[in-house]
């Protein structure tokens, strides 16, 4: 593990693997090297790139300076990119793909973007908000020391099926996603971060994936983000909800990346 210090002066935790041109993946919410699809990812396309997987703040190995702010978010990935000696590909998935967008609307050395099924809805209240501020409600619970709780509450506000939920709870990972669940709520500030003027600002390169097994949601935001962006492409692919087989996603990816990497 290597580490790169971002700008507030919180570390952040990361790894390459591979050879080729970089590229960065950014982990949705609860994500991190240790946990989520991201090793599993980086392990499919290590021919071809040099793949960097990091510890969001809060997560793994990296740190957490209060007080938070999504800003910060992008400044982590900012110095990720620099460590790695930028600029870069850069994929994210689910929140990880909204952060993507933000380093790249903030101008951030970011030469084509991917994003697996990023939870944005145009033109409407934000997905993650419900009828409330859900990272308020996320930190409330986990003030109140109702981590589990808020782990569950985030997941049923955003979408995931209950039998999924049920699953997750009896889970043994299930603990340590009760360890980073404050994390939750600075997932829950990134999505509704971006808006339409956003998506225009971005000019590099973007593939936009959905899965065709999630739900019509998740299918639409991606075919309107897609739209919104202007060099976006919309991309569907077999999987399961919210989410697509490594290698069938890793394929996708390097024949999108490739086009741009000579």
Same mark, same amino acid.
């Given at each position: 593990?290597?580490?790169?210090?971002?700008?507030?002066?919180?570390?952040?935790?990361?790894?390459?693997?591979?050879?080729?041109?970089?590229?960065?993946?950014?982990?949705?919410?609860?994500?991190?090297?240790?946990?989520?699809p991201?090793?599993?990812?980086?392990?499919?396309?290590?021919?071809?790139?040099?793949?960097?997987?990091?510890?969001?703040?809060?997560?793994?190995?990296?740190?957490?300076?209060?007080?938070?702010?999504v800003?910060?978010?992008?400044?982590?990935?900012?110095?990720?990119?620099?460590?790695?000696?930028g600029?870069?590909f850069?994929?994210?998935?689910?929140?990880?793909?909204v952060?993507a967008?933000?380093?790249?609307?903030?101008?951030?050395?970011?030469?084509?973007?991917?994003?697996?099924?990023?939870?944005?809805?145009?033109?409407?209240?934000s997905?993650?908000?419900?009828?409330?501020?859900?990272?308020?409600?996320?930190?409330?619970?986990? #003030? +109140?020391?109702?981590?589990?709780?808020?782990? /569950?509450?985030?997941?049923?506000?955003? *979408? $995931? %099926?209950?039998?999924?939920? =049920?699953?997750?709870?009896?889970?043994?990972?299930?603990?340590?996603?009760?360890?980073?669940?404050?994390?939750?709520?600075?997932?829950?500030?990134?999505?509704?971060?971006?808006?339409?003027?956003?998506?225009?600002?971005?000019?590099?390169?973007?593939?936009?994936?959905?899965?065709?097994?999630?739900?019509?949601?998740?299918?639409?935001?991606?075919?309107?983000?897609? #739209? +919104?962006l202007?060099?976006?492409?919309?991309? /569907?692919?077999?999987?399961?909800?919210? *989410? $697509? %087989?490594d290698?069938?996603? =890793?394929?996708?990816?390097?024949?999108?990346?490739?086009?741009?990497?000579?």
């Amino acid at each position: 593990m290597a580490t790169a210090t971002s700008r507030d002066g919180t570390r952040i935790g990361f790894e390459q693997a591979g050879t080729g041109p970089t590229l960065v993946l950014v982990d949705a919410a609860g994500g991190f090297r240790g946990f989520g699809p991201m090793g599993s990812l980086a392990g499919h396309l290590a021919d071809r790139f040099t793949v960097v997987t990091y510890d969001r703040r809060g997560r793994g190995e990296s740190g957490d300076t209060p007080p938070y702010a999504v800003e910060r978010e992008v400044e982590d990935l900012a110095a990720v990119i620099g460590a790695a000696g930028g600029p870069a590909f850069v994929h994210g998935f689910s929140s990880g793909a909204v952060l993507a967008l933000l380093g790249a609307a903030a101008g951030l050395p970011i030469s084509m973007l991917s994003l697996l099924e990023p939870p944005i809805m145009l033109d409407g209240p934000s997905p993650e908000a419900g009828e409330g501020d859900l990272a308020a409600e996320i930190e409330e619970l986990v #003030a +109140a020391g109702r981590r589990a709780d808020a782990v /569950e509450h985030f997941n049923r506000s955003i *979408g $995931v %099926p209950e039998e999924m939920i =049920a699953e997750m709870r009896q889970a043994p990972f299930f603990p340590m996603l009760e360890g980073i669940a404050h994390t939750l709520a600075y997932d829950s500030r990134i999505t509704p971060a971006v808006s339409r003027a956003t998506l225009q600002s971005v000019t590099v390169p973007a593939l936009v994936v959905n899965s065709d097994s999630s739900d019509d949601r998740l299918r639409g935001w991606a075919g309107d983000v897609a #739209a +919104a962006l202007p060099q976006g492409r919309h991309l /569907e692919l077999k999987g399961d909800w919210h *989410g $697509v %087989p490594d290698d069938v996603l =890793a394929s996708a990816l390097a024949g999108f990346f490739d086009g741009g990497a000579a």
